[in-house]
Structure formats: C-alpha cells, structure tokens
C-alpha cells in the first residue's frame, strides 16, 4: 500500500543498546523528518533529509544517527539509548519544502521504551 | 527561527458548542501556517493551511482557521462541536530549517480536545 511506514510500532530496550527506527515511504517524496513527540514539548524535529545522501541537523539531534542511501528510506539510529529517549518517534515526508506545499505526510509513530 | 504559542493545553467543550483552539505565531514576514491534527495512537494528519490567499481557511471535518496579520492570529474554530473531534490539534509555521537547506514546519506544544457529552 502506497504510505509511509514505521517499525517497529513498539520497542522496549535498555539504557545502553542500540536501537534503530525504521521508515519507508512509497511517494518518492524528497523530504524525509523525523520528529520525536514529549508531553509538554509537542513535536521537536531530530534529524531532516532533502533528498538521497544529503542529511542535516534539526532541533534536538544528539545521541541520533540518520542515514538515507535510497530516496524511500530513513532510518534513525539511538547508538547508546539513554532514559531520556523514551518517545513517541514520528517519522514523515514531503513533496517539497513547506515554502512550497507545506503538507507533511506523517507515519502512524514508533513508541520507544527505554528501561 | 520561528515559534508557535498554543494557548491552552487542555480545552473542554460540550458537544454542539463551539470550538476554538487559539495559536500565535512569531514571524517578521507573513508565513504559511497549519492545523494539524492527531487522533489517538495515530501520526498527524492536515486539517488545513494558510499559504497568502485567502485569510479565511476551510479545512476538513467543518473546521477553518482565519490569519490575523494584525494579531499574529491563526485561531481554530469549528462551530458545532462533535464526539468524533476529540484530538490533538497542533499548529505550525513553516521556517527555515537549522542547516539552511530547506524549509520544514515548527509545531506548538499542541492542544488536547475534550469533548463533553
């Protein structure tokens, strides 16, 4: 189905372990984002990518990693998880810049546990 | 870089009443902005945006948003409310990303919505 995925939806880990998000979208939009959601903060974006190989830093991207080799996928990478990860992850895309459509297309969220 | 102020983090209203879910903004230019919303354990989804036409916004499930230059507005309001609107409702403004690559959107803190039967 056309869309733009998550996965896991649900991940208990422990502080230390690596941990990697995954996200896939079938539009071939440019865009990718990921944001991680917290009560009291609303969505504060990590990591950002305009098109294959090209990546850049949001608003709060230490302890993350991001790479994107194919236009479809962007996965987030926590190296060494800490407590203070413990989010609601949100991956989505977008044809263009908001200057131009604005419309972001939002995955369903990956929900991450860090113990 | 820009910010969003949603006033209020809860707003309970009874059902048929109606709505309205304030946000500022800060902008020294007029920006595109949008009502997003968030239904429980799902991603957001689009309810409507404001990109320089008309000032007066009609989004999807009855809901529309006016831009108040003056005011640095974008109020949400939706006149009769219903059981179905209970949500997360964020408002954005587009901004210039940190790299200076690209544009994406800034979210407020979001407004929870509680509909009384």
């Known amino acids: 189905d056309a869309g733009i995925t998550q996965s896991p939806r649900y991940k208990i880990t422990e502080t230390g372990r690596q941990v990697t998000l995954m996200c896939h979208q079938t539009?071939?939009?440019?865009?990718m984002f990921w944001y991680r959601q917290d009560l009291g903060h609303g969505l504060r974006l990590i990591y950002y990518s305009a098109a294959a190989d090209i990546t850049d830093k949001g608003e709060v991207p230490d302890g993350y990693v991001v790479s994107r080799s194919k236009t479809e996928n962007f996965p987030l990478t926590l190296e060494s998880a800490t407590r203070s990860q413990t989010s609601v992850y949100f991956c989505?895309?977008?044809?263009?810049?908001?200057?131009?459509?604005?419309?972001?297309?939002f995955g369903e969220g990956s929900r991450l546990t860090v113990l | 870089a820009q910010s969003v102020t949603q006033l209020g983090s809860h707003v309970s209203v009874s059902e048929g009443a109606l709505v309205l879910l304030r946000c500022n903004y800060s902008?020294?230019?007029?920006?595109?902005l949008f009502w997003y919303v968030q239904y429980p354990n799902q991603g957001l989804q689009l309810l409507l945006k404001y990109t320089s036409a008309a000032t007066l916004v009609k989004g999807i499930n009855g809901f529309e948003a006016e831009f108040k230059k003056s005011e640095t507005s974008f109020h949400l309001t939706k006149p009769s409310a219903h059981m179905s609107d209970a949500a997360e409702y964020f408002c954005?403004?587009?901004?210039?990303?940190?790299?200076?690559?690209?544009?994406?959107?800034?979210f407020g803190k979001g407004t929870h919505l509680i509909i009384q039967p």
């Open positions: 954005a403004v587009s901004d210039r990303l940190s790299g200076g690559g690209a544009d994406g959107l800034t």
């Open positions: 539009w071939s939009h440019s865009y």
């Open positions: 989505a895309s977008s044809e263009s810049g908001a200057a131009n459509t604005g419309e972001l297309f």
């Open positions: 902008s020294s230019v007029p920006p595109y």
